[in-house]
């Protein structure tokens, strides 16, 4: 039950920060990381998607992650500190 209720946590920040920039570390295994900066677009049950910052504004990139990435760390999200929203 725990566990239920931490990705409920999980799912109730990520919920309360939709529309709010974060930077994305997401640990892809064999020292490999990725970093990317967008806006949390979208929540569903399972997943939520990030809108990634492209050097091309044509190009529409989005990212998914599920709630259990979070919580396994193999995602790590930080909110920008000055609170802005796109």
Same mark, same amino acid.
């Given at each position: /039950?725990? $566990?239920?209720? #931490?990705? !409920?946590?999980?799912?109730? %920040? @990520?919920?309360?920060?939709? *529309? =709010?920039?974060?930077? @994305?570390?997401? !640990?892809? *295994? =064999?020292?490999?990381? #990725?970093?990317?900066? &967008?806006?949390?677009?979208? @929540? $569903? ?5 990030? =809108?990634? !910052?492209? /050097?091309?504004?044509? @190009?529409?990139? %989005?990212?998914?992650?599920? $709630? %259990? #990435? ?12 000055? &609170?802005?929203?796109?």
């Amino acid at each position: /039950m725990e $566990y239920r209720s #931490d990705i !409920n946590q999980v799912r109730n %920040t @990520i919920r309360r920060n939709v *529309g =709010r920039r974060v930077r @994305i570390r997401e !640990n892809k *295994g =064999r020292n490999k990381v #990725d970093v990317a900066e &967008g806006v949390i677009a979208e @929540i $569903y049950p399972c997943v939520f998607l990030v =809108r990634v !910052n492209s /050097m091309n504004p044509d @190009i529409k990139r %989005t990212l998914s992650f599920s $709630y %259990t #990435d979070l919580l396994t760390r193999d995602v790590e999200l930080c909110f920008a500190a000055d &609170g802005s929203q796109e």
